[in-house]
């Protein structure tokens, strides 16, 4: 008995060997979330029940109140929090509705090496729990980000900090006759990429507010930006921002025009109902979302035949009877099953679209229905025409799932 004793003692040592890898933050939702959390004294507990109301699952920051309180008002209502830490002298707290602490905003290389300190020592202060870090969008030059390029940027952000989640923000413009969607796509792109060579989720801010030549984005234009993320394999949407910055003094500050989902007063905007609806879709899909690695997307313009579809589970996209040419995106995913998955896009935001679709497969096609989060058999939206007609608003979105392709 005494030598079986001993025995165990030796074991239970190993297992608390200094030096030892500590647990990694495991993400097990799709994120919903947001930047600048209720900046009131007034009702805290009401202020947060409007956010769950809204459908988000995650607060990054704090703000109103202690971070112990913070996490103690989340808890029950299923609120995930990425507490204020970027203080590495002050204590952290804990608590079940903790993901972990946000550390630093939009670094340059120069803070790497400090930064990657600080991740090894939250992970071996508090196993599980993420270190949240977020980067510089594509649109940073050199001298921001400490780097010749963005890749190499996001490169050296792997390799120093090695973190368990990528995340950035990117706002791109949409103004008339001033378009820069397609660099948010290539920073998408890049984030994808780098995710999942590393094995590890991407998360992406867009902007749901007006600022500098930012316009005030429309709920088709939010629609999109979300979507093309989804497409990419994200697994966290972030807004920017939910409560306006700023005291509401007269148009003083960086955002004067306010209009984030709540105003710098407290009132709701026609955003907050925007969010809602669009993150009831996005919380439903979510369970199928975080199944999915994403393997590419394709930009498509019906009527130009040199696009490439191969390998999208697309075999051809064509417009129905006299309607005008439409643009998509096409998201290549895989699911953890072995099947595969389309998340196509309409990559117009002021125009619906109402393809026929032709998939590469005889087999069954399904989609994941927004409604109710389950899987369907596809529904052929106009089935007086000939094929399968998809219909799609302004900037929204299908998540279809496929066989498995043909070997």
Same mark, same amino acid.
């Given at each position: ?10 074991l ?46 995650l ?43 946000s ?29 949240? =870090? @977020? ?5 940073a !030059? &050199? #001298?921001? +980000?400490g780097? /010749? ?5 996001v ?22 006759g001033?378009?820069?969607r ?48 989804i ?46 609806? =669009? @993150? ?5 899909? !979510? &369970? #199928?979302? +975080?199944?999915? /690695? ?114």
């Open positions: 008995m005494n030598r079986l004793l001993g025995m165990l003692c030796l239970s040592l190993a297992w608390t060997v200094p030096g030892a890898e500590p647990d990694r933050f495991v993400q097990d939702r799709f994120a919903i979330g947001l930047w600048v959390p209720p900046r009131t004294t007034q009702d805290l507990p009401g202020r947060y029940r409007e956010i769950r109301d809204a459908h988000f699952n607060v990054i920051g704090t703000a109103g109140f202690s971070t112990e309180v913070q996490i103690r008002v989340c808890e029950p209502l299923g609120l995930k929090v990425l507490v204020e830490a970027s203080d590495p002298g002050k204590p952290v707290p804990e608590g079940p509705a903790c993901w972990g602490y550390l630093a905003d939009e670094p340059a290389t120069s803070a790497f090496p400090a930064l990657a300190a600080r991740v090894a020592s939250l992970r071996q202060q508090r196993p599980g729990r993420l270190g949240y =870090i @977020n980067l510089f969008p594509n649109y !030059g &050199p #001298a921001q +980000m780097a /010749t390029d963005y890749d190499e940027y490169q050296e952000f792997l390799k120093t900090v090695k973190p368990d989640v990528l995340s950035m923000d990117h706002y791109p413009l949409m103004r008339p001033d378009d820069s397609n660099e948010y796509l290539k920073n998408l792109e890049t984030m994808r990429r780098h995710s999942v060579k590393a094995g590890i989720p991407f998360w992406n801010f867009f902007h749901s507010m007006p600022f500098a030549d930012r316009m005030d984005p429309t709920e088709a234009q939010i629609r999109w930006m979300i979507h093309a993320s497409a990419h394999g994200s697994k966290g949407i972030l807004y920017f921002c939910y409560w306006t910055p700023g005291q509401g003094n007269g148009g003083r500050g960086e955002f004067p025009k306010g209009g984030a989902l709540l105003t710098a007063e407290g009132f709701k905007t026609r955003h907050y109902e925007e969010a809602r609806r =669009i @993150n009831a879709g996005v919380e439903r899909w !979510g &369970p #199928a979302l +975080m199944r999915l /690695t994403g393997q590419g997307v394709v930009r498509y313009t019906t009527g130009n035949n040199d696009a490439p579809l191969a390998r999208t589970g697309i075999r051809s996209l064509t417009r129905v009877g006299s309607d005008p040419d439409a643009s998509f995106l096409i998201g290549a995913l895989t699911h953890a099953d072995g099947r595969r998955a389309v998340v196509l896009v309409n990559h117009n935001t002021a125009y619906t679209a109402w393809p026929t679709v032709v998939f590469d497969t005889d087999g069954d096609v399904r989609e994941v229905d927004r409604d109710d989060g389950l899987e369907h058999p596809l529904r052929d939206d106009s089935p007086e025409l000939p094929g399968i007609q998809l219909s799609l608003g302004a900037g929204d979105a299908r998540l279809l799932l496929l066989p498995p392709a043909r070997k």
